[in-house]
């Protein structure tokens, strides 16, 4: 079946560090590919998306390629600031006019000043 | 626009109890989800509506678990009775179309702890 693997947090940076996140995904054909944010105490938020092979999706300084080959679609940032902390989840959507999203399980950003 | 919106914000109660959550999508957002988010984990889907009519329900425990939308705008989301396992964020989340390519708008969820 279809699912996300997401590397296991939590991530702790130095404010202006560089930072990934791993994502890769098992699904047939052509999932679109999302990453979602989710600040403390507030509910997901969509980061950035990428429905077809080799489109970025950026937002915010984030970015992240659809690599069909790799099967994945790694969260990047060049220099994370503080108010970056918050948890990442990578999320695929499959299926026709069903497009219910399966989430990988997280992963908790925590950036120092 | 208004964002999805969700009560109440935080429920306890005790197993073998009832409750039920409420859900607003945004205005003239067709399709409706109900996620479940254990602590620690990716939320996962339990049903989805377009407009009054369910697409998926696969992943629902119908035993114990029961979701209407009526009129094909807001929604609720019931349990009884409710296990432990249970304990969980339960976030509604809305998309003006149902296809794989839509972003879904998520509200702050409920946070249900059963004692």
């Known amino acids: 079946g279809n699912s996300v693997t997401q590397m296991e947090g939590p991530v702790t940076l130095s404010e202006e560090a560089f930072l990934t996140i791993n994502c890769t995904y098992t699904?047939?054909?052509?999932?679109?590919l999302f990453w979602y944010v989710q600040y403390p105490g507030e509910g997901l938020q969509l980061l950035l998306k990428a429905t077809k092979a080799d489109d970025k999706g950026s937002n915010k300084g984030f970015e992240a390629t659809y690599r069909k080959e790799t099967t994945s679609f790694h969260l990047e940032k060049g220099s994370v600031q503080v108010s970056d902390s918050a948890v990442y989840f990578c999320?695929?959507?499959?299926?026709?006019?069903?497009?219910?999203?399966?989430f990988g399980k997280g992963t908790k950003l925590s950036v120092k000043p | 626009e208004a964002g999805v919106a969700q009560s109440p914000r935080y429920k306890i109660i005790e197993k073998r109890q009832s409750v039920a959550f409420w859900c607003n999508p945004i205005?003239?957002?067709?399709?409706l989800y109900w996620y479940q988010q254990i602590l620690g984990q990716g939320p996962k889907l339990l049903i989805q509506?377009?407009?009054?009519?369910?697409?998926?329900d696969s992943q629902l425990p119908k035993d114990r678990f029961s979701a209407e939308r009526l009129k094909g705008v807001d929604s609720t989301l019931k349990i009884q009775p409710a296990k432990l396992e249970d304990s969980a964020v339960y976030l509604c989340a809305s998309s003006p179309r149902g296809d794989r390519g839509a972003p879904q708008h998520f509200g702050d969820g409920t946070r249900l702890s059963i004692l």
């Open positions: 699904a047939t054909g052509y999932p679109s």
């Open positions: 205005s003239g957002h067709a399709t």
């Open positions: 509506f377009q407009n009054n009519g369910v697409v998926d």
């Open positions: 999320a695929l959507s499959h299926g026709g006019s069903q497009g219910n999203l399966i």
